[in-house]
């Protein structure tokens, strides 16, 4: 029952309850004035209207309990109704026709700032902007409301702030009349929510960032246009899957599990990563990475926003580029090496590893510069760059310091012959002539290598002993590779020491001579010999000429030395005739410094002269290398010691650059192929191939040719078979002393 319905009820008893009591109280009146004519009357009459009073009285208390019962029901209903009202959520108010608020409650009260009795009595339109209103067009039947403003509806507070509201308007009937019934929603937040969500998805489609979005589980749930475009693959194709298949080997697992700790640790994370396009591009991003939390701070999603950074990272790498390496070859240049190197070191000492640093430096590069031009040079520096990195792997370093200086720094050796190999590999890929302005020229290096940390523990340790061991090789005859080790250290910090020895040696006779015989390879005569200087050191012994000569030709000692070998070789030779020994040519090594001197050839003669030795018996055998040096001025001394009647020789030839060709223009006889092809011969292809063409373009050229450092029948064989003139080597002969060179030249004479 409704609670006008029972209100109209209540009155409706009360009524006949006042009504009844008007007319007992009426009744006794009467009753009274009836006792009195009762006294007359009949005792039956009276008892008639007393039973009429109890049965009223009677009535009159049921109908009190009934009202009594509604009462309790009424405030019960009352309270739970009025409950209902204070506890929602939403906003409720009732108004009538003329928008008179009847009923209100809290919520409402909240929403629109003002008190439940203020609104109480107030217009609804109060409530509702004026743009916006509520137009009643009543329809007698229906009565229809009608809102002016369009979809959007807002609500007003008490200071006439407006926001978003959702509304249910309906008609239900209280208390036998219709009610407008009002039941209201802030929708503020939500279309806030809605409005920020928007606008993620505008930025999440429209941005050129790359966006991709995984869950806790790694595996993409959502990926952006920019994704596609940048990355080369369709979202459809990448959803549900690790992003993992966008690494490059460019980071090794270290970097990513580091990359995921950091990320987990501080929620965000961001660098430049080296990824791979769809098409197996390596390029570089910028990513930023962000993991998603719920409100109990748990990780449910992690985003991540990239953009392809080629072009910036181009520019960048150009300037660094410029700053970092060498413009010529590409390679890194000093200052790019150095960092490495110092990189190296740490890195091995944090991973108990050995590195090396190898210094290259090629044997005589500044003939090159100097015969073909600086163009020829530069080529022939690119073309050696490139091969030196063909021999090394990615880890690796391969440098340019200056002029034909270069440096490898080797990371995570396992040996000390690792470096070893490398080398070998490099002085192989040399061994291919370059092609410089349509000629085919030689070149080859002389490497340093030292040990980290055997040899030094810092860059410049390392950097310093490297150089020595370089040197090293150089003194070796070039062309080869050299560790460096304490003892030679040591030996580098004796070298003053040694010209004051090499100057004893002189003047105390310490030097001597060895002959090396030297035979015609068809009938297997001996034709000649090579004069070896030999050096006894009174307390160090026996000294090779492969260490003592470089130093000597640091200092102008060798020309002192070289012509006492020329001078003592001659009176050897006349001595050994006038003893009646057969009379064969003797080769005697030029030094190059010797060659420079102005007044060789004054001498020279002097000393045939002094000797009386026929200078069609001696040979000047100079290097390739001597012979390139200054190569206009070596061509006129040269062709006077020619006129002279003297031969002349290349030694060590297919070392250097020379070519062939180019040779013809030096007065030559003789060509000497290194020991290094002889020694390879039988199972080296590229040797044996590299021999046979000598020879033949040799013999084109009208030269002799004489195979030096013969060992075996083998290596005789071949060079038999390929028309070599003449040999020299161990096979046939060691150098030997006067004495047994002696007793071999009287053997000759039967
Ligand atoms: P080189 O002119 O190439 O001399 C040949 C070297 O090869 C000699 O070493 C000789 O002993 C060695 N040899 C000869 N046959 C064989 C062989 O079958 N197998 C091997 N493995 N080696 C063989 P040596 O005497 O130690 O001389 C080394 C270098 O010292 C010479 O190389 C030369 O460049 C220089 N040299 C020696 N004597 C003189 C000299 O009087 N003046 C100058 N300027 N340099 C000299
Ligand atoms: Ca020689
Ligand atoms: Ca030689």
Known sequence: MKKEEFEQLLSEKARIIEELQVELEETNQGIIALTMELEQLEQEKLREHIDVIKQLQIELADTNKGLLALAVELEQSEEKYSSILKNAAESILTFNDEGKIKTTNPAAALLFDYSEDELLGM??????????????????????????????????????????????????????????????RDITERKKAEEGLRLMGKIFHGSTDAIVITNINSKIIDANESFSTITGYEKEVVIGKNPTFLFSHKHNAQFYFHLRRTLVKSGAWSGEVWTKRKNDEIYPIWLSLYSVKDENNATTHFVGIFSDITTRKAAENQLKQLAHYDPLTGLPNRTQFTERLKWTIEVAHRDNQQAALMFLDLDRFKLINDTLGHQAGDQLLIEVAKRMTDCVREVDTVSRLAGDEFTIILNNVKSPEEAGQVSKKILEAFKIPIQLEGRDVFASTSIGITLYPNDGTTANQLIKNADTAMYHAKERGRNNFQYFSHSMNQKVLDELEMETNLRQALKNNEFSLNYQPQFDLKNRKMIGLEVLLRWKHPVLGMIPPAVFIPHAEKSDLIITIGEWVLKTACEKSMAWQAQGLPSVRIAVNLSGMQLKQHDLIERVKRILHDTKLPSELLELELTEGVLMDNAEMTISTLNELKNMGIRLSIDDFGTGYSSLSYLKRFPIDTLKIDQSFVRDITTNEDDNAIAATIISMAHNLRLKVIAEGVETKEQLDILYDKSCDEVQGYYFSHPLDETRLCSLLAGLRN
Request: aromatic fraction near 18%.
């Open 123 to 184: 217009n609804i339109n109060r409530l509702i902007p004026e743009w916006n209103r509520i137009k009643f067009e009543f329809n007698e039947d229906e009565k229809i409301a009608q809102y002016a403003g369009a979809s959007f509806v807002f609500g007003t507070k008490r200071y006439g702030d407006t926001f978003q509201i959702e509304f249910t308007l309906g008609r239900p009937i209280f208390a036998n009349k219709r009610q407008w019934l009002l039941i209201i």
